[in-house]
């Protein structure tokens, strides 16, 4: 199982990023698919999640309306469509297999989003 993620940089406060999560190794279409962050010298936070056929999404509050999950399960790709975005949005910004009720069994390397003037 592999789960790499792409799409992080520098960004201004309003600004806009797109993450991809590039899945392998597995049946990606079969499972569900969960973004989590970490911010500087804070825990893990959750982000969002997405069901295995991409039907449906959820959100922490924080990030509902400007935020969005979605995935390509023919080309075995996570997304994360992030608007507005704010400086406490800054995180390294991890894509896992799984759903929070059952735990994360797989985790990609990360990618660093630095929302800053």
């Known amino acids: 199982v592999q789960l790499v993620e792409s799409g992080g940089g520098l960004v201004q406060p309003g600004g806009s990023l797109r993450l991809s999560c590039a899945a392998s190794?597995?049946?990606?279409?079969?499972?569900?698919m969960t973004w989590v962050r970490q911010a500087p010298g804070k825990g893990l936070e959750w982000v969002s999640s997405?069901?295995?056929?991409?039907?449906?999404?959820y959100y922490a509050d924080s990030m509902k309306g400007r935020f969005t999950i979605s995935r390509d399960n023919a080309k075995n790709t996570l997304y994360l469509q992030m608007n507005s975005l704010k400086s406490e949005d800054t995180a390294l910004y991890y894509c896992?297999?799984?759903?929070?009720?059952?735990?994360?069994?797989?985790w990609g390397q990360g990618t660093q989003v630095t929302v800053s003037s």
């Open positions: 896992a297999r799984g759903a929070s009720s059952e735990g994360y069994d797989y």
């Open positions: 190794g597995f049946t990606f279409s079969s499972y569900f």
């Open positions: 997405i069901n295995s056929g991409g039907s449906s999404t």
